[in-house]
């Protein structure tokens, strides 16, 4: 229930009360494991928030949480994902949306604006996440008694601003204009810094270039928790337990007696006492306390209570948990959490590695017994049951440490480390590691003698991290000399080892003694003293403006970057549901070549709002068991009795809700049976050997010039769009159907859909306004999912949607195309692979590359040198490209490798890198200059311009906009060629054209995803038609 702020309120609800950007909610009953996310794309209109990953992974679900404590007068403002937070969570409190900053017919917010101007945003997906993040730290930062800044800035920093995005995962725009965005917000940003944007030209001056960014005022901001919830809070009671399964213990022995008397087995979720301890002992920290907040305590500058050294351990401590995750996790996820993950699901936990080289101790409560261990005892431990609780975790005060030393003038040192594919958090470690010593000048020699040390490693391949005790106690009292060091390595590298069947064991072996052996601060991240790395290097863009198409290569703003920004851009999942609409889920193969017999629930009863299962059975007479085209021939919707592949769909599950799909689907049995058939073919060497080859069609037959024989190169990039493949389909009358696909290619969907269906293709209509990115991947792959649900809304005349969560989607997107150099393409039982980004030609150029390096290593050439002899002559490119190679005049290659050579000091840098690697034991650095040639076709696509009565324009093109700009383009193409008929130019007509959505009945598609040439044609036909008229 949503009710407006002006109306009457009762006081002293139980009931489930918060509010959306300043809109009240109050429910009466929710299931308690309804996530925020859920309910805010299924029963409101704020739809800004997407799901894409579901796991706290990407930053395209979250929102701003506003917490009002009455007592203090005080609200606190942070960003949290609302795809792990339940709504139940978040009574009492205040949601921010990017909606709630500003819209199309309000104004937009200037974080909208800017975002717009500086062109940080392509498809779009993930900019009203990245509009939330920087809204969340403007707000903070405001808080701050920092001095106020100039007019139009905030309290923000640089660094803060870049910080802010740092959880944000973007597919597209990459992130240097998204930064710009956020820095152009800080007090102590330098404007030379920010990049190309819509809003200065390049000469103008500072002053010039602050009065023409959008206004920020930070004194009119935005109220992120409204007055009438600030009242109810005051009066409101707690929800309602058995009403909403949802429990709020106020005391141990609240917990206790629910525990004894809820089914804990049951899926019961818990957190525990927040609270943080300070004593001359140390420092204890309530299990559910959020990280943010124990980093927050551990920086804390506390007056006399610990010694310096305690005071920087602490710090350090804090410095790492902060490349934990991301800030919305931090915000939300607790230390408890962590450790009862790391201890019974074996979590590649950092804070359980840190804390452990710190000496940490746990509470824990078993039944009413209550038990401190050491955190290495907790660990080892039999499973956490799910009736026991964590209760806190203590730090000592390494005072303590000291004490136990005979040793009166030691120091303490401590340092942690942390090797992940992300440097700013993000992303869970290869490997972490913590160690904290006790160390001395030693009496009788010069050196430093090592007294005692506590060394900690985790993530590195075994259940939990671990102690490295042989290693302690091999170092403790030992002076430390080289071979002292040499001899602690080796033990490191017996008693640190992965278990069998971990990822990359030797890469992880390799850093835990880079992390020994003091090279880690030039290697690693080590996080002593860690200054945030600046997101960004520096660059230069340069655009040549040619005025002569006006406005046609001009750089505009993208068209609709405003309302993606402001969550008000509508993609597939946005439409809201039809009436009767039902949700699928595929269930797919888990086998790559076996026999089905059958699938069932693994369940007693039904799945929860099941309706149907679908499969190549209900193909209707008359249809094809199709679910996509390629050059290679069809490829089925469902597997009928074989499955030939893995992630290959063996049915949809029909239910009432998309989480209901989704876990039907995921309680499915298929039934295999592998009797009698030959083993699967699993590599391309397989495939050869077995002769397992695809038909290649003869226009796609290389041109065989020279001999190529050897290489091979494999890639298997994971290919993820921010949007997830997506379709609606609805029946319609005289059995026809439309499906809204978020597709590349909305008429071979089209025609697939038709086949499948065993109607006339004029029966269908495919219908794509925008697509959440896509790189190739929503081309082929988006086909079946559209179909998918035709079938099953044709089956059963109701609407049907579907949404992949991101396992599924992933593991249908195969990756990249594995290559081997042969002349063949090989069919293997591996699912079909997708298109990405220029398919073919990456793994062409690795292989090119590759030949080039061996070549250029096999004759001690530098391999730039051979490179630059194996560049094309105009009369090469003739015999590989024929016409396309155009006149020997355009062909610029060669000039173009030598000007890049000048402008980028190529041959210098060269130099000094040689110089640089000279003095070190391993190659570190290295620079390449990589030419490509890309064949360009021109193809007949169609287009089509409306002039309506009112002068404004609408077009229609052969393409999709999936965030690479073309409706931008068209709308150039457009203003220019209608420029002519205006009598004063060109003027504001980019704000009359309008391009609207692909739809396969109102204009036939002309393949693929671009289209913005053949609308001059239509233009030129229009402008021939409208000026004797307009002349008139
Ligand atoms: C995208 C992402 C990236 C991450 N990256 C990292 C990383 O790099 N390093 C790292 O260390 N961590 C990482 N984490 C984990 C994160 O730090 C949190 O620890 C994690 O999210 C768990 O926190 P939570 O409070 O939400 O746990 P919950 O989901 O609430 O709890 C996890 C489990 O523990 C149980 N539990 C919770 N508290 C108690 C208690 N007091 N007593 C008994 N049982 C309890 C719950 O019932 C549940 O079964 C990441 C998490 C995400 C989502
Ligand atoms: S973080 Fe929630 S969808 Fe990715
Ligand atoms: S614009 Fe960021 S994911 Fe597409």
Known sequence: MQNNEEEERPTGTSNLVFAVNGHRFELSSVDASMTLLEFLRSHTSFKSVKLSCGEGGCGACIVLLSKYDPLREHIEDFTISSCLTLLCSINGCSITTTEGLGNSKDGFHSIHQRFTGFHASQCGFCTPGMCISLFGALVNAEKT????????????????????????????????????????????????????????????????????????????????????????????????????????????????????????????????????????????????????????????????????????????????????????????????????????????????????????????????????????????????????????????????????????????????????????????????????????????????????????????????????????EFLAGKLLTIDILYDAIKLVKANVMPEDGTRNPTYRSINTLMFNDGKSKQNYDCLDHVKFPTLLSSARQVIQINKEYHPVGEPVTKSGAALQASGEAVYVDDIPSPRDCLHGAFIYSKKPFARVKGIEFNSKLLPAGLTALISFKDIPNGGENIGAKTIFGPEPLFADEFTRCSGERLALVVADTQKHADVASSIAVVDYDLENLDRPILTVEQAIKRSSLFEVPSFIYPKQIGDVSKGMAEADHKIISAENQTALAVPDEENCMVVYSSTQCPEFAHAVIAECLGVPEHNVRVITRRVGGAFGGKAIKAMPVATACALAAYKLQRPVRMYLNRKTDMIMAGGRHPMKITFSVCKTNLLSRSAMRAPGEVQGSYIAEAVIEHVASSLSMDADSVRAINLHTHDSLNSFYDVSAGEPLEYTLPSLWDKLATSSSFIQRTEMIKEFNRCNLWRKRGISRVPAVHEVMLRPTPGKVSILSDGSVVVEVGGIELGQGLWTKVKQMAAFGLGSIKCVGVGDLLDKVRVIESNTLSLIQGGLLLGALPLSQAVKQLECAVKPWLTD
């Open 145 to 472: 008694d920092r001095p106020d800044p100039f007019l139009g800035f905030s309290k923000l920093t640089v660094i803060e601003a870049e910080k802010a995005i740092a959880g944000n995962l973007c597919r597209c725009t990459g992130y240097r204009p998204i930064a710009d965005a956020c820095k152009s917000f800080a007090a102590d940003v330098d404007m030379e810094d920010l990049g190309f944007n819509s809003f200065w030209k390049k000469k103008e001056s500072q002053e010039v270039k602050i009065s023409r960014l959008p206004f920020y005022n930070r004194n009119h901001e935005i109220c992120t928790f409204p007055e009438f919830l600030k009242r109810e809070v005051k009066s409101s009671l707690p929800l309602e337990s058995k009403r909403f399964s949802w429990y709020k213990p106020a005391s141990i022995e609240e917990l206790q007696s629910l525990l004894d008397t809820i089914d804990a087995n049951n899926g019961v979720q818990m957190k525990i006492v927040v609270v943080i301890r300070r004593d001359q002992s140390g420092i204890e920290i309530g299990a559910s306390l959020t990280i943010s907040k124990v980093i927050e305590a551990l920086k804390e500058e506390w007056k006399g209570e610990f010694l310096s050294e305690c005071k920087v351990v602490f710090k350090k401590i804090a410095v790492h948990m902060e490349k934990i995750a991301s800030e919305f996790i931090r915000n939300t996820g607790s230390v408890g959490g962590n450790l009862v993950m790391a201890q019974r699901k074996h979590f590649p936990s950092d804070i359980v590695t840190i804390l452990l080289a710190a000496g940490s101790l746990v509470e824990i409560l078993t039944g009413t017994m209550r038990e401190k261990l050491t955190l290495e005892e907790f660990l080892a431990g039999a499973s956490f049951d799910s009736k026991s609780v964590l209760l806190n975790v203590k730090i000592p005060n390494c005072e303590s440490i000291k004490n136990i030393s005979p040793e009166r003038n030691s120091k303490l040192l401590f340092e942690t480390y942390r090797a992940a594919p992300r440097p700013l958090g993000n992303a869970l470690p290869y490997l972490n590691a913590a160690f904290l010593a006790e160390v001395s000048c030693s009496k009788s020699s010069a050196g430093i003698m090592l007294n005692r040390c506590q060394l900690a490693f985790g993530a590195f391949g075994t259940k939990h991290a671990i102690r490295a005790w042989k290693v302690e």
